[in-house]
């Protein structure tokens, strides 16, 4: 699945609440900014839009970002680890190289996205809508992709092990190339995913068959 990358003309930005805060004072998008090198820390409320942004090497620490909308942005060597993304929006974005361990990332939307060698261990994506989406190289091992709604998404080489996929339906995705040690999950939800041969004696008890 290829993403289209734009070149973009960021303005560079040191104060990442300021530049929020005038933002939503003026009922105004955060657009084509770079925040580079920002540690964050305790950051809540504030609800904008982020158009064509880049957040480079930032840490974000204990920050709810509930309810935000990001567009066309780039997450690359971040640790958004534990922030709260609950119910916002991801439409082309991409996570490249970074750390989202415990990051809740339920109830959101998420559309022609990427994460790339991220570490996502406890990371949370239940009940999300996701289309469109990769995850290459990534560990979402203990993470949970509970109940969601999975449309014509990729899972590369990444560490699902005891990842909760409960509820959600698997069919027309390929997770052959995945470690689903203890994997989580009913059964029905394998109905039309596709999984390597070696992957059926984990398998083998949610289709009901012995292999010997």
Excluded: P, W
Aim: hydrophobic share 35%; glycine share 8%.
């Amino acid at each position: 699945m290829n993403f289209l990358k734009k070149t973009v003309k960021y303005e560079n930005e040191s104060d990442f609440e300021t530049v929020v805060k005038e933002c939503a004072k003026r009922r105004a998008d955060v657009s084509k900014k770079m925040f580079e090198g920002v540690v964050l820390q305790g950051f809540s409320g504030f609800k904008v839009e982020f158009f064509n942004c880049k957040f480079s090497r930032c840490r974000f620490i204990s920050c709810n970002f509930s309810g935000m909308d990001f567009t066309d942005c780039i997450f690359e060597n971040c640790d958004i680890s534990n922030v709260n993304f609950n119910s916002s929006a991801f439409l082309r974005v991409e996570f490249s190289d970074c750390k989202c361990v415990g990051t809740d990332f339920s109830q959101t939307v998420i559309g022609g996205s990427a994460y790339s060698g991220c570490v996502m261990t406890y990371a949370n994506f239940s009940n999300s809508g996701i289309k469109n989406a990769v995850f290459s190289g990534s560990d979402l091992s203990k993470g949970a992709v509970a109940d969601c709604n999975l449309v014509k998404c990729e899972f590369s080489s990444c560490n699902l092990t005891e990842s909760n996929f409960s509820g959600t339906k698997l069919d027309g995705i390929d997770i052959s190339s995945c470690n689903i040690d203890g994997i989580v999950l009913h059964g029905y939800e394998l109905e039309g995913a596709t999984v390597d041969v070696s992957q059926l004696v984990t398998l083998s008890h949610f289709l009901g068959v012995k292999i010997k």
